[in-house]
């Protein structure tokens, strides 16, 4: 049995703390969505922090509060999916080498540009000499941190902090535009639904979690099961992976009260969503939450943070409902998500 | 029990396994002048360059010319269907079959040629798509028809060790029957520049574990191995190549690049694995150390090797004085050397080693040994962010 | 002498990140390292880069940097020396 007994989340939402992210969707009409910067100086010393860019700050604050909130001090593996790894001093290192023709570099950014920073820095942080890995495998990135703490958990160890880290660059995302994967013109995140047009919204977020075998009074949740599968050819086969995903994790599809989905305002990316809720859950109530956070590679950690904080307290906001279908109970939430029709998962979250 | 069925390699000594095995035998070296990577520093910093072109992988491995493959792309997709293929597998689904990647900065090399031109210009290309890490895997993915599990790792130096690891906890765990797992990393200027701001990189060919030593040199290439199943071999009747009889990650938690003065990691890792592999010191036949020439490196590794070993260290040597350092690569790269070693009855030498350092007074070996019995190896790699892994390869009995 | 300490300190303070500090916050006798302001074998091979690019002054070996970098007084004396 694995559960959730610490998160943490920083986003474009008030996300660290639950209650507040509760008082409502903080709106936007911009060309990406960007988290939202804590007060660095309550977490950290500025002398300390002198090398890292945002997401490692964020990634460390949002370690320390998931360890906090599940009392552990060292956790037996700490476990990060990054899709793009820290592209602001990747950038800054690439940019400075082209510029000046490959004189006067200096080390730092060129150090703190490895896929591996955030997971090295919260070990260096807490001196974890335990197991130290990082997932970068584009929309699979957090999914296999979560796989790999499970069979943490399945080994015999105890708590396994994960998380999912990605930013964006003003300069990345304009590339990337240009190859159509973004909204072409300024997004509204409150109107996402209503776009007919091709082209996400962007974003970027940090979400830490600590899975354990034990279950406390004060435990999110458990996580039942979690599949990954990669380029499905239709909907038949996207239909079929999840018939085989809840018959492995022995639940019955009635037995799912929620279904929390990706949708992004890509019209040909939530077409997907939207054939897999009325082929399968037509008359379940459904959620989603990229208008909140915009799409990226690990925005899928977003999503467990949300099932988890529902499923601790009931409360599911508003501005989450994608339909009006009654909630009865919440007691199984099924998380489905696909990054560009490439990376496709689902994560079955039920009450502790 | 984790058994290797196949294994496949490029480098800069080789661009199948057995000119790998060609040269390490022969003491041919693969560091040298660079001649395909667009830099500066052509004539100042010596590497290991795989001996081939783009084009030529494109054609030796008949791809399309107008999808956009970058260099660790095609360095990945060269090892994987050599390591397949040497497997035997003709059904690749057959069995559950997922497939490990790892780099460090997978596309880097094409992203850095294009990258004014997409910024600043209205041009674009497929190479738009290939910068992120997941793009390689995906490649040899879809080459090799492996759709029921993916992903890719990235833990700077340790990173392949890593993807072994981690294809045993999923054959371990139930997931997955077969896995392939390696690494794949293409020279790029930014690798090149990054370690050079560092200053550990030797403007000479580097000297492992010497005296002497002023840095490493950088390489590239790709090797993957196919892990497999008790179940799998059984049912195909297969004969293993060797077994991954133990594994350990173990964070050195000392800085963001050094290694700590006494290696407390590297010792960690070491001593995990051969606990998982339940096997003692003395089982221990040789060792392929992580030696990239650093001043760091080789005196922390050292003093761990020392500590764990009781001053009684085995025989030793670094292979990266032939291939330079292919950082995501090496952990990987290096375990197939451990199994040439096992099956070849022989143990590589330390190349350009003269004097030892003062305080270790340890001495690799130097001379190709050969008519030796090998049972147990430990493979070593260690990387930025404190991430050491240990690998234990064992011969089938 | 003076000039070229208050500059090191605004050029050190840039080249660090050293965000939120101030000149005076950086005393021209106290170790930069360890104890002192507390930076490390990173920010020193930052600093070999500053002398190059600012000073024209350039160090081989990132040993040497040790001595050289012990204090800001000590930058300033290696820099009055060798400036070309």
Known sequence: MVYINGTASLSPQNSLDYNKFLEGIIEYEKDFLQSIKPNYKEYMKPIAARRMSKTVKNGIICSQKALQEAKVDIPDAIIVGTGLGIVSDTEKFLENMLNNDEKFLTPTAFIQSTHNTVAAQIALKIKCHNYNFTYVNRGFSFESAVIDAIMHINEGKKNILIGGTDEMSEHYFHIIRKNGRWKKTKVKNTELLNYTTNGAICGEGVNFFVLSSEKKEDSYSEIKAINTFYKPENSEEINSKLQSFLNDADIKINDIDLVINGHTGNAAGDKIYDDFLQENFENKPALYYKHLTGEYQTANSFALWLGANILKTKIIPDFTRLNDKPISKVKNILIYNHYFNINHSFILLSQA | ?397 | MEDLTLKLKEQIIEALNLEDMEVDEIETDEPLFGEGLGLDSIDALELIVLLEKNYGIKIENPKDGQKIFYSIKTMAEYITEHKS
């Open chain 2, 1 to 397: 029990m984790i058994y290797i069925t196949g294994i496949g390699a490029i480098s800069a000594i080789g661009n199948n396994v057995s000119e790998n095995l060609h040269s390490l035998k022969n003491k041919i070296t693969g560091i040298g002048k660079i001649k395909y990577l667009e830099t500066n520093y052509k004539d100042e910093i010596p590497v290991g360059e795989v001996k081939m072109s783009d084009n030529e992988l494109i054609t030796a491995l008949s791809l399309n010319k107008e999808r956009a493959f970058t260099r660790t792309a095609l360095f990945g997709i060269k090892a994987a269907k050599e390591a397949v293929d040497n497997a035997g597998i003709t059904d690749i689904n057959k069995y559950k079959t997922g497939i490990i990647s790892a780099t460090t900065v997978s596309g880097m090399g094409s992203s850095e040629k294009y990258y004014q031109k997409f910024l600043h210009t209205d041009f674009a290309n497929d190479f738009i798509k290939t910068h992120e890490a997941a793009d390689h895997t995906e490649k040899i993915a879809d080459y090799l028809g492996i759709k029921e599990f993916m992903t890719t790792i990235s833990t700077a130096c340790s990173s392949s060790a890593n993807a072994m690891m981690l294809g045993a906890r999923l054959i371990n765990n139930g997931i997955l029957d077969r896995v392939i797992v390696g690494g794949a990393d293409a020279l790029s200027k930014f690798t090149l520049n990054g370690f050079n701001t560092l200053m550990i990189l030797d403007r000479e060919p580097c000297k492992p574990f010497d005296k002497e030593r002023k840095g490493l040199n950088l390489g590239e290439g790709a090797a993957f191995l196919v892990l497999e199943s008790e179940k799998v071999v059984n049912e195909e009747g297969k004969k293993p190549l060797a077994i991954l009889s133990g594994y350990a990650n173990a964070n050195d938690a000392y800085h963001q690049t050094a290694t700590s003065p006494e290696g407390y990691g590297p010792f960690l890792a070491m001593s995990n694995a051969l606990k998982n592999a339940q096997l003692s010191v003395d089982n221990i036949n040789y060792i392929n150390v992580h030696g990239t020439g650093t001043e760091n490196n080789d005196l922390s590794e050292g003093k761990a090797l020392k500590k764990i070993f009781n001053n009684k260290v085995p025989k030793f040597s670094s292979t990266k004085a032939y291939t330079g350092h292919t950082l995501a690569v090496a952990g990987s790269l290096e375990a197939i050397y451990s199994i040439l070693s096992i099956q070849n009855k022989i143990i590589f030498p330390n190349l350009r080693f003269e004097n030892s350092i003062e305080d270790l007074n340890l001495i690799p070996e130097t001379k190709l040994i050969e008519n030796i019995e090998i049972e147990h190896i430990l493979s070593n790699s260690f990387g930025f962010g404190g991430n050491g892994t240990s690998l234990v390869i064992s011969k089938v009995r």
